[in-house]
């Protein structure tokens, strides 16, 4: 979808008289001007700018993106990156990993955009050696930035409050709270709270094989509710040669989780109850200027419910607890001005317990290592890193007969190789090959009567290669031109599937696919100035080929994955003009199937939708203030991301904002 590139040299320029600009600001773009391969990226101005409620609304606009949206303000969102599943994606938070060693997905939908402050997306990895060895581990990776205090000489506070409503009976408040506790120490507060209905009309048609309609209804979908909380304290000190930062996160949510509509019968569905509670924090120290440390710490308590109380499926009521501690610590070691070495040592423990009988009671303690290096010589960068990571289960107490134990050691490469052909910093020219895994789940391991704990590990090995120009220039009207593409070709091994096992309602897991993903991503985006209004256009393109190899004699042997479509792509543009902005955006996803065999019973048509919105910011005495109209689905198009999950049509969103 939307490809984003790298605007340091524009931004500087640009946002120079802005109220966020700093010292600070120039730090990190600095920063960013040492990634080998350069992160797909939203902050600032371009995340208010979409129509986006959730990080998972927003990362639709990254391209090679596949969003799993099963409709509805409380819908459970997960991301795939290239096709090669949610498990291999990491998600970090401040940089610290999010973690769910039950299932290995991340519900993105809980996370508001409205503290977020930068989105980063790396395909293989972060190219940057001074990172958690963890961080080397995922076949790709979204970083997020929260919102952190920035200061003018003579300011002590900042306060910002926002309300939010809409569609679906949407009732959003929040409030950040930052304090200017000394000159080296801020703290940050916020909280929201989100409450909806979740209702909203849809139509449902479905046909017969010979092309007559079997049914064609428009109803109401229930059980789309959410009432949600989120609370978020956070520290952030400066040293002389270092920095440290301090968090404290509580989301606690009950959703209703709404029910596939099949045969034309509308199921309510379950619910889920959410409770998540994490601590974490990180410091980082310049002993000298060949040397550098980082240590990052983190403990999270999770509780989960579901719910399934339908006459017309099995009962199920089950809780469960996960607890997880980490710890890590990473070394930068600069040998020369154009040589880096890093190693990284990073321990984890997870650990999981339910109100299910014969549960297994599984502990899981994982050990990274790794190892990295860093050039740059001419117009030639490269990096090449080595992953070691040891795992250790334990399932089992002395009510399910002893505990035992089970270990597996893993090795995963990568390299990392850019090179300017000019000697101008415009065009550059990258790629990578990485190998990686990931571990079965929790569940995939031990469900009861359905997990299998002699799974095997699924591996990726991913090879990319791209180029991209990026040049702002002095034009009147044309402030930046840049355009980027890359070609890649992925392969998944081992890929855990669910199986049926022989007897009715009982699967198993086990290591069957073999899946292989050839893509090509293009993008390209403009800014402009005419006379005093600013404009900018983003365009985006991908196509991805994700076919199954796992047996000859499937009939499904060579075709497209579900749901991953051939073609894809956005635009988006944004104008603004004495405080008032006007935004667009469009996205596509072409047709793709529904099930493995790629035949006309399990064809999904494409769709696309048109969101935009219009935003008056204007000063009130000292109060700076922001009035929004968000319109999504403008055209009300009927689609589904998922088979049988009907999405909203038209909806709307009124945004009220102020800063002081």
């Known amino acids: 979808m939307l490809a984003m590139v790298d605007l340091s040299a524009y931004a500087v320029e640009v946002e120079a008289e802005s109220f966020d600009s700093t010292v600070l600001e120039e730090v990190i773009v600095q920063s960013r001007r040492k990634e080998i391969i350069q992160s797909q990226r939203l902050d600032g101005t371009q995340l208010q700018s979409l129509n986006s409620q ?57 996370y508001s955009l409205d503290n977020i402050e930068e989105i980063n997306l790396y395909n293989g990895q972060k190219s940057n050696i001074f990172q958690g060895a963890k961080d080397f581990g995922s076949s790709g990776t979204i970083y997020i930035r929260t919102r952190r205090p920035r200061w003018k000489d003579d300011e002590q506070f900042h306060l910002m409050a926002q309300l939010k409503t809409g569609s679906f009976g949407l009732i959003n408040p929040e409030v950040v709270w930052e304090q200017r506790l000394s000159d080296r120490i801020s703290l940050s507060a916020s909280a929201s709270y989100t409450n909806a209905d979740g209702e909203y009309d849809f139509h449902y048609r479905r046909l017969n094989l010979d092309g007559t309609v079997a049914y064609d209804t428009t109803a109401t979908r229930h059980n789309s509710d959410i009432e949600a909380f989120r609370a ?17 996160y509580y989301y606690d949510s009950e959703r209703g989780i709404p029910g596939a509509i099949v045969n034309n019968v509308f199921r309510n569905g379950e619910r889920q109850w959410d409770r998540n509670l994490f601590v974490q924090g990180s410091f980082e120290y310049s002993f000298s200027p060949r040397y550098q440390i980082k240590g990052s710490a983190k403990w999270a308590w999770d509780y989960m419910r579901f719910l399934r109380d339908d006459p017309k499926e099995l009962y199920i009521d089950n809780s469960y607890y996960q607890q997880e501690a980490y710890l890590s610590v990473a070394n930068i070691f600069r040998m020369t001005s154009w040589w880096d070495l890093s190693a990284s040592v990073d321990a984890q423990w997870n650990t999981m317990n339910a109100n299910m009988s014969n549960f297994m009671y599984p502990t899981r303690w994982t050990q990274y290592v790794s190892v990295a290096s860093a050039f740059k010589y001419g117009g030639l960068s490269a990096q090449a890193s080595v992953l070691g990571t040891f795992v250790q289960d334990c399932i089992g107490n002395e009510y399910v007969g002893g505990r035992r134990t089970t270990c597996r050691a893993e090795f995963t490469p990568a390299l990392f190789l850019s090179w300017q052909p000019l000697s101008s910093a415009d065009w550059h020219i990258n790629g990578f090959v990485k190998k990686a895994f990931r571990m079965p789940t929790f569940n995939d391991l031990y469900y009861t009567e359905v997990g299998n704990k002699d799974l095997e590990p699924e591996y990726t090995w991913q090879y990319s290669i791209g180029s991209s120009y990026n040049k702002p220039t002095n034009h009147p009207v044309f402030k930046l031109f840049s355009v980027k593409g890359d070609a890649y070709y992925n392969k998944v091994t081992n890929k855990i599937v669910a199986y049926p096992s022989g007897q009715q309602f009982r699967w198993t897991m086990l290591n069957l696919g073999m899946v292989e993903i050839l893509g090509v991503e293009l993008g390209a985006e403009t800014a402009m100035k005419f006379g005093k209004v600013d404009g900018a256009l983003r365009l985006n393109y991908t196509y991805q080929k994700a076919r199954d190899f796992t047996d000859r004699a499937d009939s499904y042997y060579g075709d497209q994955i579900p749901y991953i479509p051939l073609h894809s792509g956005s635009v988006a543009g944004r104008l603004s003009w004495r405080g008032w902005d ?37 000063p009130l005495n000292k109060v700076r203030c922001r009035v929004g109209l968000e319109v999504n689905n403008i055209f009300d198009q009927d689609y589904e991301v998922i088979l049988n999950y009907p999405m909203p049509g038209r909806n709307y969103k009124v945004t009220l904002k102020i800063n002081i």
Request: proline share 2%; with cysteine.
């Open 54 to 110: 959730s990080v998972a609304d927003a990362l639709r606009y990254f391209s090679g993106i596949q969003v799993k949206d099963f409709g509805g303000v409380g819908g459970i969102k997960t991301i795939n990156i290239r096709s090669m599943g949610s498990h291999h994606v990491g998600v970090f938070y401040d940089g610290i990993q999010l973690g769910n060693a039950q299932n290995g997905q991340i519900d993105l939908g809980r």
């Open 232 to 248: 978020e304290v956070s520290t952030f000190g400066y040293l002389d040669h270092g920095q440290w930062c301090g968090k404290v």
């Open 582 to 618: 006007f935004n667009y955006s469009f996205i596509y996803t072409g047709e793709r199937y529904n099930a493995q065999e790629n035949i006309p019973q399990n064809h999904e048509q494409p769709w696309y939708t048109h969101d935009a919105s219009l935003v008056w910011n204007f």
